[in-house]
């Protein structure tokens, strides 16, 4: 008991003296009861409660419950990622396939062009052939 409780118990008994002679005795009386009910209550014998019993059906059921929930949505992340990862070479794939079409494309518009200007760079046309072979022989025969 500490000092402040010392104090109180001292101002509580003068306050008892001043009182009343039957309010002191039913107070005592309350005082003498609430004792004995504690004391009764301290010294009983107690039950031992055992602890509470776990369902395992309904724990293994929740597992199995909670396990067959991640697998789904594993697998429906997987084959998210999978599909994504196929379009992306899919598109990869046809992107490549354009490019050398358009490469194929530019190759035999090159020859074509180059065709295009080996006949028409002639250098003489091909009905003046006969003249122009005549006139090489007497260039060459002038030297």
Known sequence: ????????????????????????????????????????MMSRPREVKTPARTNWGLVTKWALGCVVFAGTVSGGVIENHRLQEAAKSEAARIAEQQRQQAAQRAKEEEDLMAKVDSDIAREVPSALEPIASLMEDTENSGN
């Open 1 to 40: 008991m500490n000092h402040r409780d010392e104090n109180a118990m001292g101002i509580r008994s003068h306050e008892a003296e001043m009182l009343e002679p039957e309010l002191r005795e039913t107070l005592d009386n309350f005082k003498a009861s609430v004792d004995a009910w504690s004391e009764a």
